[in-house]
């Protein structure tokens, strides 16, 4: 039997490539391995969102269409909207019983938002309680797995705790999950910060040939490079990262050129927006196509929600009964 696997992300636009990179290339190959879950985590956007819940609404469609452009396949995979299965609210507020306050003020990840989020006012009951409902996104499927950026493992060392807590004051119902790391080195947005929707740095798994090539040229590259007879430094160049990632068999050649000054960094930007055109080409298209239908998302979504509804509610029985509730 396979192991079981779930992770989310949250409806907030379309994706781009640092998400591909970090999250959704690894999904895809994951579903060989293991029973997959992935769902688009809309009462995760609200908390942040609440004062705009149709951007969330809207963005959901856009997220699904990015998923099933990269190769996440409902065949082999459920993938569902968070807000079609109750039970996960209904698993979070039991969690909410064995989290102190303290221990939510203390995440590392709710102070970075706080700082992060600067705009918004997120000061509220929900956003603190972030990572028990992501706790219970994850134990309500009893899932063994969890693939993750580095950044969420705050979120998944609080999930441990949360099973742990519930099995021994109670009885034994959830298993202790592991965080899969993505292999790949996170891929820097075009200016060299981390790729961001709200840093206007990223490129879009759905943007033009025309688009990608603009953003490429104006990227930053190795700023101790005046010229094109300087000698490049690769490792301090926001582009090269993009051929480590996506085109590893050419990096080798590219980095002896750039280090021995053969390659300018026009050249190098050309033929790097060429190469990323052509990768994602067919993703575009086959988002655009599936965009184009919707009815075709919400019975994808539909077809999700009763597989994980039925899993959910089994879990849910097994936690009424391990408290005595029934
Ligand atoms: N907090 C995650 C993020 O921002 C999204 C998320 C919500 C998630 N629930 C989850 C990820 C459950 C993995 C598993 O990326
Ligand atoms: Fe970066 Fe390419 Fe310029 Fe080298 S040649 S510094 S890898 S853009």
Not at 12 to 30: D, I, P, R
Not at 94 to 104: H, K, P, Q, Y
Not at 219 to 241: I, M, Q, V, W, Y
Request: proline fraction near 6%; hydrophobic fraction near 40%.
């Amino acid at each position: 039997m396979k192991k079981r696997l779930l992770s989310g992300m949250r409806p907030t636009g379309a994706l781009h490539l640092g998400n591909y990179v970090g999250a959704l290339k690894n999904w895809v190959k994951l579903q060989e391995e293991y029973e997959c879950y992935y769902t688009v985590v809309d009462w995760h956007a609200l908390m942040s969102e609440y004062k705009n819940p149709s951007a969330v609404r809207e963005a959901i469609p856009e997220v699904v269409a990015d998923w099933l452009a990269c190769g996440i396949d409902p065949k082999k995979s459920v993938v569902f909207k968070q807000s079609d299965v109750k039970e996960h609210l209904e698993l979070a507020m039991i969690f909410g019983n064995l989290v102190s306050l303290g221990r939510l003020y203390r995440c590392p990840t709710y102070k970075e938002q706080l700082r992060e989020l600067r705009g918004k006012d997120i000061t509220n009951y929900s956003f603190l309680g972030y990572p028990v409902l992501q706790a219970a996104d994850i134990l309500i499927y009893r899932a063994a797995v969890v693939p993750v950026g580095e950044d969420q493992l705050p979120h998944i060392e609080l999930t441990r705790e949360i099973a742990r807590d519930f099995n021994s004051t109670y009885k034994e119902v959830f298993p202790e999950p592991d965080a899969i790391l993505t292999p790949v080195p996170r891929l820097p947005g075009l200016d060299g910060r981390k790729m961001s929707k709200s840093y206007g740095n990223a490129i879009f798994l759905g943007d033009t040939e025309e688009e990608i090539k603009s953003k490429v040229m104006v990227a930053l590259t190795d700023t101790k490079r005046a010229r094109k007879s300087d000698p490049g430094h690769p490792d301090e160049c926001n582009l090269f990262p993009y051929y480590l990632a996506f085109f590893t068999e050419r990096s080798a050649e590219l980095q002896r050129e750039c280090v021995s000054a053969k390659i300018g960094c026009v050249d190098c930007k050309k033929k790097l927006a060429g190469l990323l055109s052509e990768f994602l080409s067919p993703i575009r298209e086959k988002r655009q196509q599936v965009l184009k239908e919707p009815a075709y998302i919400d019975e994808i979504l539909g077809e999700g929600a009763v597989k994980a509804r039925k899993t959910a509610s089994e879990t849910m029985r097994l936690v009424r009964k391990a408290m005595g509730l029934i």
